[in-house]
Each structure stands twice: as C-alpha cells, then as structure tokens.
C-alpha cells in the first residue's frame, strides 16, 4: 500500500507536466508567429472598392438598422425548444426494456407536457404569419 502512494506522488511532480507546457507554449508561439507574420509580409494596399462592406457579393442597399419581425426569431426558438425534445427521446428508445411499464410512463409524461406547451402556443398564435 506504502508502495502505490509513493508511485502517485512520483507521477504528481511539475517536471511531469513540461511536456504539456511545451506543447502549450509552441501552440501560443505559432499562433503569434503566424499573425505578426501575415501583418508584416501582407499587402497593404487600402482602395476604395477595399474598403466599403462585402456581404455575400450582392451590393449592400439601405439601411440594415431597420425593425425585423419578432416572427422570425420566435419560429427559431420554438424549432430549437422541440428538436431538444427530440434528443431527450434517444436514451429513452436505447433503454425501453429496461425502463419497462414506469419509463413508458415518464415518457408520456414527458410528450404530454411538451404537448400542453405546444397547444399554448398554438392558441396564442405564436405560428400566425398573417398580420
């Protein structure tokens, strides 16, 4: 038993951990090499066409502070809300034998309340597009 500990403390010692700081440091290194490198030995020619906004190759027209539907962004977090549904579905469908009669349950359960959810939304008219 005397034995083991003094393996562990002859594993715990900073001279082990160097290689993980040189590794770490070479890293750091290249990355500011790299940088500094495209920097210095990049061109700088600074033109007009250079310098105004590029957004997909199409010309950018009026102004992009403009109000956008809160439509959009609520369809996105209610997909997001349902597909993380989806995935609370996958260990269930690994392990249905072994949850049996109470998993099949909870897992009722589980679509029910996701259920209640999804009608309150409906009824809200939070999918409405017609204005």
């Known amino acids: 038993m005397m034995n083991l500990l003094l393996q562990a403390a002859d594993l ?12 770490l440091a070479v890293a750091i290194g ?3 090499v790299m940088v500094l490198g495209s920097y210095l030995l ?3 020619r600074k033109t007009k066409d250079k310098l ?8 950018s027209v009026g102004n992009a502070r403009q109000p956008m539907g809160i439509k ?6 209610l997909f997001v809300l ?7 579905f996958y260990p269930y469908a690994v392990n249905f034998k072994f949850l049996g009669k109470d998993g099949f349950i909870e897992v009722v359960l589980f679509v029910a309340f996701f259920l ?8 809200k008219g939070a999918l409405d597009w017609e204005d």
């Open 72 to 77: 959009y962004f609520l369809v996105a977090i």
């Open 42 to 44: 990049g061109p700088k």
């Open 30 to 32: 290249f990355v500011i």
């Open 12 to 23: 715990n010692k900073p001279m082990n951990y160097f290689p993980i700081a040189l590794q």
């Open 116 to 123: 209640c959810g999804f009608i309150y939304i409906v009824k």
């Open 52 to 59: 105004i906004n590029f957004e997909s190759g199409i010309p």
């Open 82 to 88: 349902f597909d993380v549904e989806v995935i609370f």
